[in-house]
């Protein structure tokens, strides 16, 4: 059996992560087909329409400026998933570089990398991405450059860690014996084998992403009006909890819905990618 | 027998009713009377402080020669009993109150006045008025109970801006800025940043009698939800800045009272005169267009505010009666003015608003909405308040910008700090010659005609050349325990305790 129908195999056993995939998955066919799904236009007011609850002509009632919440909601997606994967991505990649360098190389440069990180880490996270964003300005692709630098601490020190387990294999000191040079051995013998740790977390990581763009568009740092953020429908909902709850539980929803995916496909891949677990 | 026995019984339903009426309204004395701030204060020194909620506190606390009436439209005496104006209009001479204290002890007289005047004016001290007086030559104390301005020039607006020189005693080694010593009717008691502001009933207070309450105790809450729900189980019995959603409910509720006045406070659109496109006079007029403020008062006031043209409200006597409804909701007219101007396909800009104002973000999705129908790209930018400051006010690095606006009893008010080339509420930077001497000249006029025909015009020159266009006035309202007497609600956002009472 290959590897890959091994990892399918024990994943697809994980039933809630296959729910966690079916849920990422509607949600990418609602950022991608957004303009044929969504009823209205969901930047368009129409203030006889204002504070409407859940009806067929509005699945998600509406707000104080008559927009459609079904409609934003189906464009949220568009920024919410944006955020996760361009924030991932920055993240991964430069966390994962000082976590090679850093592992492989050892010594000084070690040091000094992990001391970065170790800067970075001295803050809580969500307060380190508001204090880029006040230096950023706001914006939702600001958001994306905030997101990703404050993770990249963790993809360096998790890429570090493995990259320590793995150098010191037999493999490795056979390349090495064998004259590879440096470059070829961290492509070709540890990065693919120290790729686990860092799958899982990026699961992990593309819902805290979404979390902070809620949190910073709900601090009025994100997203800007009127383009549709979970996070920033949730910040003006707030103020109409007890009149229009259905501003704020339907964000509110599709919020908790995509980071409750994303951790069960976090857990499903741990748990598929983890040699210790044993496969009945 | 029975007709006289009737007559009497009425007679004595009568006098309890009478006497019921009169012991319901006599002020009952003690209680305390925790009011919601709507947000920290920046300073409770009278003379630097620029925020509405600073300005809660401490007129609480000092006094001023003079003070407005409820209707915003007179002076009356305060610290002053009375006062002369020479027939030049030069030299204002005012016989001061006797008999008053600090509430440090000390007695009021003349040299607290003039202290309190050098304070302000002192160059190397952040002033937040000192603009108030710059026509005044010297000031003067013949005896310890009078006190004499010269002026350089007449200026009508004189008496109004003497409401900024809050005494403070004459005794430089009290801090100001940590503990405030007034002659007013609370004394200050303590200040724990972010958590509570106390004021204790002065017991010297000069006005006899007054105040009622034992002590005032002010609670900075910017969430509304929990201001709202504070208010209602008995945790505050007086807050300020009621959502305009929540209105008609807290009217209903017969345990609260609501007060709400359609005042001073307003909504504008202004512009960057420095920057292309708003260079252009026709642009910004064809912004003017753009605003649908009848959809705007319904949909963010929920009907509580009223289409706006200029500062001055419309009844005001200054107000200019031919600049009425010129700017409407017309956005085919706003794209022939752009046209006109040379943007027959619309431009890009920025709005700037803040968070701590969300009603104006709402306008601006509003306006931007409007502005895409003729090719005109709003993006909206938010800003932390204290950045949206320093890049809108300090450094004029904006496009335009949706602020609000409160203030304002005289004329001068109005127009001169807002449109006086040089002054920093300038946020626009429209400046020329011309509207300069206008405003100057509207202050030296020493007739009411004369100052009303200047500022007729100073009105048709901002409505036609737009720094910036105005949205809506908004009604004021705040609320407070059905217990609470007494409280005289000004067309400013003014939270005067010295005639309040709880009845309890």
Redesign the interface.
């Known amino acids: 059996m290959s590897g890959f129908h091994k990892f399918r195999k024990r994943f697809s056993r994980n039933h809630l992560a296959v729910l966690g995939v079916a849920i990422i998955l509607l949600l990418l066919v609602c950022a991608l087909f957004a303009p044929w799904l969504a009823p209205y236009d969901p930047?368009?007011?129409n203030?006889r329409a204002?504070l409407e609850p859940p009806t067929l002509q509005h699945f998600f009632g509406t707000d104080?400026?008559?927009r459609d919440i079904f409609s934003r909601i189906i464009f949220g997606s568009r920024i919410s998933l944006q955020v996760g994967l361009v924030a991932v991505s920055i993240a991964t990649s430069a966390g994962m570089l000082m976590g090679i360098l850093a592992g492989y190389f050892g010594g000084f440069l070690d040091s000094l990398l992990m001391r970065i990180t170790d800067i970075l880490f001295a803050f809580p996270a969500v307060l380190l991405a508001i204090a880029i964003m006040?230096v950023l300005?706001?914006s939702t692709f600001n958001v994306m450059i905030a997101v990703g630098i404050v993770y990249i601490p963790i993809f360096a020190r998790i890429t570090r860690a493995s990259i320590l387990v793995v150098r010191n294999q037999d493999y490795v000191e056979a390349a090495q014996s064998l004259g590879v040079r440096s470059a070829g051995i961290i492509f070709r013998h540890i990065i693919p084998n120290a790729l686990d740790a860092v799958i899982v977390q990026i699961s992990l990581a593309m819902a805290f992403a979404i979390l902070v763009e809620a949190a910073l568009s709900f601090?009025?740092?994100g997203t800007?009006?009127?383009d549709p953020s979970w996070g920033s429908m949730l910040s003006?909902g707030?103020?109409?909890?007890?009149?229009a709850p259905w501003w704020t539980l339907f964000p509110g929803l599709a919020i908790f819905l995509t980071v409750f995916a994303l951790h069960l496909i976090g857990d499903g891949l741990r748990d598929a990618l983890d040699p210790k677990t044993v496969l009945e | 027998m029975r007709l006289v026995g009737q007559n009497t019984r009425v007679f004595i339903v009568l006098i309890v009713v009478a006497l019921g009426f009169v012991f319901a309204q006599e002020p009952k004395y003690g209680g305390t009377l925790t009011v919601a701030l709507h947000g920290e204060i920046d300073t409770i020194d009278p003379h630097q402080s620029v925020t509405i909620v600073g300005n809660q506190v401490y007129q609480n606390i000092v006094e001023s020669l003079v003070t407005p009436n409820a209707n915003l439209d007179a002076m009356e005496p305060e610290l002053a009993t009375d006062w002369t104006i020479s027939e030049d209009g030069l030299t204002y001479t005012f016989n001061l109150r006797q008999g008053v204290t600090f509430h440090n002890g000390q007695p009021f007289t003349s040299a607290d006045v003039i202290y309190s005047y050098n304070r302000i004016m002192n160059p190397d001290f952040p002033a937040a008025d000192a603009s108030s007086f710059t026509m005044v030559e010297a000031i003067e104390a013949p005896d310890e109970n009078t006190v004499v301005f010269k002026l350089a020039y007449p200026f009508g607006a004189f008496l109004s801006k003497l409401e900024q020189l809050w005494i403070i005693p004459n005794d430089e080694s009290i801090d100001v800025e940590q503990n405030l010593v007034g002659t007013g009717p609370f004394a200050f008691k303590e200040w724990i940043s972010g958590d509570h502001i106390t004021l204790e009933r002065f017991a010297n207070y000069w006005d006899n009698g007054k105040p009622y309450l034992d002590a005032v105790v002010y609670r900075p809450i910017p969430e509304d939800a929990t201001k709202l729900v504070e208010l209602q189980t008995g945790g505050l019995n007086f807050i300020s800045n009621v959502p305009y959603k929540d209105v008609a409910k807290l009217e209903q509720d017969t345990n609260l009272t609501v007060y709400r006045t359609l005042g001073v406070v307003r909504d504008h659109f202004g512009f960057n005169v420095n920057k292309p496109p708003f260079d252009n006079a026709l642009v910004r007029q064809a912004m003017g267009y753009l605003i649908d403020r009848e959809a705007i008062a319904e949909a963010i006031f929920e009907g509580h505010a009223q289409p706006a043209q200029i500062a001055i409200p419309e009844s005001h006597w200054a107000f200019n009666p031919a600049i009425a409804n010129t700017y409407t909701y017309d956005p085919a007219k706003a794209k022939e003015l752009l046209t006109e101007a040379g943007y027959p396909d619309g431009f890009s800009a920025t709005i700037k608003v803040s968070p701590t104002y969300p009603l104006e973000i709402k306008m601006a999705e509003l306006i931007a909405e409007a502005g895409r129908e003729i090719g005109v790209n709003f993006e909206i930018i938010q800003l932390e308040w204290s950045t949206w400051i320093d890049e809108v006010v300090s450094k004029g690095d904006f496009d335009t910008e949706i602020v609000l606006i409160s203030g304002g009893m005289d004329p001068d008010d109005f127009f001169y700090q807002w449109h006086h080339s040089g002054e920093v509420f300038n946020l626009w930077r429209y400046s020329t010659p011309e509207l300069d001497k206008m405003l100057e000249d509207a202050r030296k006029a020493s007739s009411q005609e004369e100052r009303k025909a200047l500022y007729y015009q100073i009105q048709d020159t901002l409505i036609k050349e737009a720094p910036m266009v105005h949205i809506v006035y908004n009604e004021s309202i705040m609320a407070s325990a059905s217990n609470v007497k007494g409280f005289v609600m000004t067309g400013r956002e003014d939270m005067t305790f010295k005639d309040v009472w709880i009845d309890q």
């Open positions: 930047i368009k007011s203030i204002r104080d400026l008559g006040a300005g706001p601090l009025g740092l800007q009006p009127p003006f707030r103020q109409y909890m007890l009149e």
